[in-house]
């Protein structure tokens, strides 16, 4: 299940990139949308001189598993005292 309607869609960096604000919207505080929006441009930059199209499709694969686990992560904890009570996001990695 992807986190936004939309995900098989992406298929080019800039998509993915686009897509993944989006995600971060989804989140419930200002704190925790900066902190993945910056993790998102970084991880971009990062990534932005890959050319090698196999490899692309697989960080474009990882990516949107990732924010589906982030956003798994938050409707688990939509039911804790404030929305965030039981975990902190921060800590947490998604699985490899």
């Not at 309607?5 to 919207?25: D, I, M, N, S």
Request: glycine share 4%.
């Amino acid at each position: 299940m992807a986190p936004l309607p939309g995900a098989e869609l992406v298929h080019r960096p800039l998509q993915l990139y686009r897509y993944l604000l989006r995600c971060c919207r989804q989140l419930p505080t200002k704190d925790i949308q900066e902190h993945y929006k910056h993790a998102v441009r970084q991880n971009f930059r990062v990534h932005s001189d890959e050319d090698n199209p196999e490899r692309i499709q697989q960080i474009i694969k990882r990516a949107i598993e990732d924010a589906d686990w982030i956003v798994n992560k938050v409707s688990a904890c939509s039911t804790c005292e404030e929305g965030l009570g039981c975990c902190n996001l921060y800590d947490h990695e998604a699985p490899a």
